[in-house]
């Protein structure tokens, strides 16, 4: 955000859509291949090409309050005419029917260009750069830490991989818990990004010197985030040969496409755009790959590492790739967060529209003011504050459940009422959210009631949010290796300090949440059914218990 743009005055006809536009502006901005409208995760797109993206500016200027723009995969298609309490945008992105809802027929639609993958967070124009993800990571770490290590990973050493758009928050998150975190990044070019924004401490000539500055840390019980250039399938392998067993071993390199991401053994990052024409060859070198970047993973699991995975697919290709027990590996949501979804408590943002930083700072002072037990939250905003650097659109991300983001986000709205913001304040959340969410091998893996794959969820929040005033509402389907995979919904409310906007937070953040607790309550979660009797949440099965 420059000054310009904290200074600009609307360029739409009211704050919602301009809200809007700067969330689509800011994704880009922060975004990991703009020029693509590559937003994050190899494919994730903010719009499908610029004369979509383009046709999306053009609109969100001239929308009026009581017309809403219909986004179909990232192509503007129209204008509604609808009311002044509906969205001002509805979007459905990369949504394929079941049976064809394969990578080889996402690739073969993408290439006609009638389809873009918006990630999560990117083609609903939420993503806030590493100030998001470093949070999520931490909390995983921090979960870890509680469960293993009696609360910090002070004298610990966290081994991973991939320092790209999401898995680039994992060095600075590893040391806010405490760790010497080493990360292994296939491209240099990544590696120096990180290093130069300053998420990486220190990057290392060689794996010997890696492991020496990680073993120096642990002993001193010293944070220390140390990168190194090589491929994760070689060197994970490497480091278990020589008996070192990290405390913690996980991934985040983009296994999910084998196309678009990940770098097969004895390829280099610079090479993969030309073989890309020919996606069998890149699909079996990845998939054999993995097989041995897990493989080692298991090595360290059996040797005592507290190893999982971290959303990115790495499970699934390498049980393509022949690995039968690569499933040993838990998903760290089953793992370590599924009483906090139990009770809808998952990462929830806002982002200062105005581009001031100084709105983060009164809303970070508002939330320690406003949530003085919730250990996990203060800790996280006295860290964040400190640690966190402002990527594009100052925003701050942290965990809170039902209840707790509508009084937020009305207290907010009052501030920005009273003129104690410098402008508005944009709401939203991770699709990695209790009713916002299926997806078998990651949020709802191993869900009680076997309901792992039902989709209904996230189409019933989106619908939900759609009668519960939201601003933008999403339906995303996953895309490149993630086909098939998922169905989740994103939800974005502006705070313009109106009433009207009272009332959208009231209802939308309310209403996303409490389906949030009916959906766990309704898959025989105790914490959920608890929160539902505890905040008086209709679920009807246990009103008539
Ligand atoms: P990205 O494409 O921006 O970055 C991936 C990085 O991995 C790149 O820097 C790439 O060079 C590196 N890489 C590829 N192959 C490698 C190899 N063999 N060895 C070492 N490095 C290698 O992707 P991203 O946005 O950082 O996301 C990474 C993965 O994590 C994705 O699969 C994403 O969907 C997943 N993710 C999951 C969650 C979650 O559910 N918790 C959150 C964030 C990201």
């Not at 179909?72 to 809802?101: D, E, F, Y």
Request: charge should be negative; hydrophobic fraction near 45%; aromatic fraction near 6%.
């Amino acid at each position: 955000m420059t000054d310009a743009m904290v200074d600009a005055g609307l360029r739409c006809r009211g704050w919602r859509q301009e809200g809007l536009l700067r969330l689509l502006e800011n994704v880009l901005a922060v975004g990991e291949d703009p020029a693509r409208l590559v937003v994050y995760a190899a494919l994730g797109r903010a719009a499908r090409d610029w004369p979509s993206h383009d046709a999306i500016v053009t609109a969100l200027k001239d929308l009026r309050d009581d017309e809403t723009l219909v986004i179909q995969s990232g192509k503007p298609i129209g204008i509604l005419q609808t009311h002044s309490r509906a969205p001002i945008v509805i979007m459905a992105n990369c949504n394929i029917v079941g049976r064809w809802a394969t990578p080889e027929n996402f690739y073969a639609l993408e290439e006609k260009g009638l389809i873009c993958w918006g990630g999560l967070t990117a083609g609903d124009w939420q993503y806030i750069g590493s100030q998001g993800v470093i949070q999520g990571t931490y909390e995983i770490f921090m979960r870890i830490a509680e469960k293993h290590f009696g609360g910090d990973l002070s004298g610990r050493i966290v081994l991973t991989a991939g320092l790209g758009g999401m898995g680039g928050a994992q060095p600075l998150a590893g040391k806010l818990a405490g760790a010497a975190i080493l990360c292994v990044e296939v491209d240099p070019v990544r590696i120096a990004k990180r290093l130069e924004i300053g998420l990486l401490d220190v990057v290392a000539a060689s794996l010997d010197e890696a492991l020496d500055l990680a073993q120096e840390a642990k002993s001193q019980r010293r944070a220390l985030s140390i990168g190194l250039t090589g491929n994760a399938a070689e060197i994970f392998p490497a480091i278990a040969a020589r008996g070192l067993v990290p405390d913690v071993v996980t991934d985040q390199t983009s296994a999910h496409d084998l196309v678009y991401g990940y770098v097969p053994l004895g390829r280099t990052a610079a090479e993969m755009p030309g073989l890309r024409s020919d996606s069998a060859l890149l699909i079996r070198e990845g998939r054999a790959s993995i097989a041995e970047h897990v493989r080692a993973m298991l090595a360290f699991q059996r040797a005592g590492s507290i190893v999982f995975d971290n959303g990115n697919l790495i499970r699934s290709q390498a049980l393509e790739g022949g690995v039968a027990d690569a499933f040993d590996i838990p998903i760290f949501t089953e793992a370590f967060l599924r009483p906090l979804f139990s009770r809808a408590i998952g990462p929830f943002r806002w982002i200062a529209l105005s581009g001031a930083r100084s709105d983060i700072v009164r809303i970070d002072q508002l939330v320690l003011d406003s949530f003085p037990d919730n250990a996990v939250v203060t800790r996280w905003i006295r860290l964040a504050r400190e640690h966190v650097p402002v990527e594009g659109l100052p925003a701050r991300i942290a965990w809170l459940g039902h209840g707790e983001r509508t009084r937020l986000a009305l207290e907010v709205n009052a501030m920005v009422r009273t003129g104690e913001l410098a402008g508005p304040v944009g709401f939203t959340r991770d699709h990695l959210d209790a009713a916002a969410m299926t997806h078998p091998t990651i949020l709802t893996e191993n869900m009680l009631d076997g309901s792992d794959a039902i989709a209904d969820w996230p189409l019933l929040d989106a619908l939900a949010m759609c009668s519960s005033q939201a601003d933008l509402v999403a339906i995303h389907s996953g895309g490149g290796g993630y086909a098939g995979f998922s169905t989740s919904a994103g939800v974005t409310v502006i705070a313009d300090g109106s009433a009207a906007a009272d009332e959208r937070i009231a209802l939308a953040l309310t209403n996303d949440t409490a389906l949030g607790v009916m959906r766990y309550a309704d898959a025989g979660y105790a914490d959920a059914q608890d929160e539902v009797r505890m905040r008086a949440i209709r679920h009807i099965a246990l009103e008539q218990s």
